[in-house]
């Protein structure tokens, strides 16, 4: 009974032992499967990263490739127009000088048609109140472009003279839709001749200028011919006063600026420019009678106030004042001593 008793349970420690191999043996095989999976996916995940990096280089190599033969197009159409290109186009101009106190810089949708594009352009032109011409002779570097546009019909407007034609008056015009628009001009060339590319404009040859379209007032004639040569000492000191005045009306000035011009084109005539003043309450020779006096004259305080007028034109342009308040009281009357001292 005891030996059967022992062999029973020489058996069940037997098949126990047998059974926990099985289930070690089991487990050995279900890790080897999980590690063999694993390694498959990280294989699989490898070579799809592998695959897409190599898509992605052939697609950039096919880009790099279409950009190439696209400009190499472009630079043989360019040489097949038979026009001489402007070398160095750049958009800070004077242009540019003037249009940073009217504008901040933006750009032009692509999705603008032509016409539009070129509207855009005409308007802020008119503003500075400059002609095509002079501004393609600003943005090309070539002075004479501006009296003689005639002279430059073997020259052409590329895209980069296009671009910077439009940067001066902060507008931004992308690579691609300057050379669409360019292309469309022409008829499958992305230039265009110059006097084809100032007609887009309203321009049709010579320099010429914008027309002015209010009169000067015979108050002004003297500033308009150039006769006063030189300051008298109340004026000086009067143009003293007129800064420390202009800085305390800054505000309402721009705002008698808008009223003056309703149709945007940034310049008023300086007679319109007193008399809005005068309109709005704003009493300008009293800003300048600091003594109070009540002795300033109309006559001098427009006399004062021609001296903003850089073009010597009687017209106004904000752009001349701000440029004025830019500067210190003893730069502005440096500029203005030296000037008429000469």
């Not at 062999?7 to 032992?17: E, R, T």
């Not at 400059?130 to 895209?159: F, I, K, M, R």
């Not at 109340?234 to 309402?252: C, D, G, I, M």
């Not at 007679?271 to 020779?285: S, T, Y």
């Amino acid at each position: 009974m005891q030996r059967n008793a022992m062999m029973q349970q020489q058996q069940g420690a037997y098949l126990a032992a047998q059974q926990q191999a099985a289930r070690e043996e089991e487990l050995r095989r279900r890790s080897m499967m999980a590690e063999a999976q694993r390694q498959a996916e990280a294989s699989a995940l490898r070579e799809a990263a592998e695959r897409a990096q190599a898509a992605q280089e052939a697609m950039a190599a096919e880009l790099a490739s279409m950009k190439q033969r696209e400009q190499d197009l472009a630079s043989g159409n360019v040489s097949a127009s038979g026009l001489r290109q402007f070398s160095s186009p750049t958009s800070k101009t004077d242009v540019f000088d003037k249009g940073v106190y009217a504008w901040t810089a933006s750009s032009l949708d692509d999705s603008l048609s032509d016409a539009a594009i070129i509207d855009a352009l005409k308007k802020r032109l008119k503003y500075v109140h400059t002609t095509p011409s002079q501004a393609l002779a600003s943005c090309c570097q070539e002075p004479s472009l501006a009296a003689n546009p005639d002279a430059y019909h073997d020259y052409g407007v590329d895209q980069s003279v296009l671009i910077a034609f439009a940067g001066q008056l902060l507008y931004n015009l992308s690579e691609g839709r300057a050379a669409q628009l360019l292309t469309n001009i022409s008829g499958g060339l992305p230039i265009v001749p110059v006097p084809m590319f100032l007609s887009l404009f309203g321009q049709a040859g010579g320099g010429g200028g914008m027309a002015q379209l209010v009169k000067i007032n015979p108050v002004l004639e003297r500033h308009k011919r150039g006769e006063v040569e030189r300051l008298s000492d109340r004026e000086r000191k009067l143009l003293t006063s007129l800064r420390e005045f202009l800085f305390e009306q800054h505000s309402r000035m721009k705002s008698m600026f808008e009223r003056c011009d309703p149709d945007g084109s940034g310049y008023v005539s300086i007679e319109e420019f007193l008399k809005a003043m005068q309109r709005a309450g704003i009493a300008f020779g009293r800003g300048l009678d600091r003594q109070r006096d009540d002795t300033i004259s109309t006559d001098e305080a427009a006399n004062i106030l021609a001296f903003f007028d850089k073009d010597k034109d009687g017209y106004l342009q904000y752009h001349e004042f701000m440029t004025m308040l830019q500067h210190t009281k003893n730069s502005v009357l440096s500029q203005v001593l030296t000037k008429h001292e000469a």
